[in-house]
């Protein structure tokens, strides 16, 4: 279909094209091209005119609805997943879309069930910046949390001394391969022996020197005593379990705390202080997934 357009450097379209979506002159319902050194922008309004193909429409209407893992989607199971399914197939030509009947056993497996396409619930995922082999049939794995892992690695990288870090659920590796790319010598447990063989493939991936280790952290909690600081990201742990965890670390030492809770509720853990607190999403109708950056006392 033949449209305005302006052709512009490609060093500076990106620029261009913030700048025409601001003023309501992009015209978003066609592909934008490239010719060599130059970009062809379709707009409302120019001298000049040419052919564009129109672009598909992939808004999605059901955010927050799925999770996309690689070249495939994931629908938790609820009333009306059908028309997810309908919308996802429709807008994104996904590779498979699986339904996630819930999370079973202590490694927190998703019992899964392939709706669409082909293939297993595995592949290669990028989160920022780093790229993650994921596979929902032997490790747990959200990209939901993408937030939560990238702050997690901020707050570790700018709280304070990080000589040495230990992510005691470390599943796949997407908090300790980012820190140990930083630098920060990295121990990453997990008692789930497919997830820490995921987790030295993705480190091999990324170039990244974390120490993964098979086992049940909180058993060996004790041997944490020289860590600066230690993540738990195991958020549907009981309180009492984490507390007496958090009880064998030494004084100084920080904690990165997920937590399920009531929303409203305070939380109490003996021997600690509360530096940072924050509501990462929503879990049910009346709980919320917390972040907590703790220092032992």
């Not at 490239?34 to 409302?44: K, N």
């Not at 280790?213 to 060996?220: G, H, M, R, V, W």
């Not at 003996?270 to 929503?282: M, N, R, S, T, Y």
Request: glycine residues 8%; hydrophobic residues 35%; charged residues 30%.
């Amino acid at each position: 279909m033949k449209v305005p357009f302006i052709k512009i450097n490609k060093n500076k379209a990106e620029e261009e094209i913030e700048r025409l979506k601001a003023n309501g002159e992009l015209l978003t319902g066609f592909k934008i091209k490239r010719e060599g050194p130059t970009v062809l922008i379709p707009v409302r309004h120019s001298g000049e005119e040419g052919e564009f193909e129109e672009a598909r429409n992939t808004k999605m209407n059901q955010v927050g609805s799925f999770e996309r893992i690689s070249d495939f989607f994931v629908i938790k199971e609820r009333k009306g997943w059908e028309r997810i399914l309908e919308e996802i197939v429709g807008k994104q030509k996904p590779r498979a879309v699986f339904l996630d009947r819930g999370v079973e056993g202590p490694y927190r497996i998703r019992k899964m069930e392939r709706v669409f396409g082909s293939g297993v619930p595995a592949g290669i995922h990028k989160e920022n910046g780093y790229r993650y082999l994921v596979d929902l049939e032997v490790a747990y794995f959200s990209p939901r949390l993408a937030g939560l892992r990238k702050k997690i690695n901020e707050n570790c990288i700018e709280s304070g001394k990080a000589d040495l870090v230990v992510d005691m659920y470390a599943g796949i590796g997407p908090i300790s391969i980012p820190l140990s790319k930083k630098g920060i010598r990295t121990v990453s447990i997990d008692m789930n022996e497919d997830a820490v063989k995921l987790l030295e493939y993705n480190a091999k991936l990324n170039r990244s020197k974390c120490e993964p280790l098979i086992a049940d952290s909180n058993k060996i909690a004790s041997c944490f005593s020289t860590a600066d600081q230690v993540i738990m990201n195991n958020p549907t742990q009981s309180i009492s379990l984490s507390e007496e965890v958090i009880s064998t670390f030494r004084k100084g030492t920080k904690v990165h705390f997920t937590h399920i809770q009531e929303k409203g509720e305070k939380l109490e853990i003996e021997g600690v202080e509360i530096l940072e607190e924050k509501e990462v999403h929503g879990y049910s109708p009346s709980s919320s997934l917390f972040y907590y950056m703790m220092l032992k006392r």
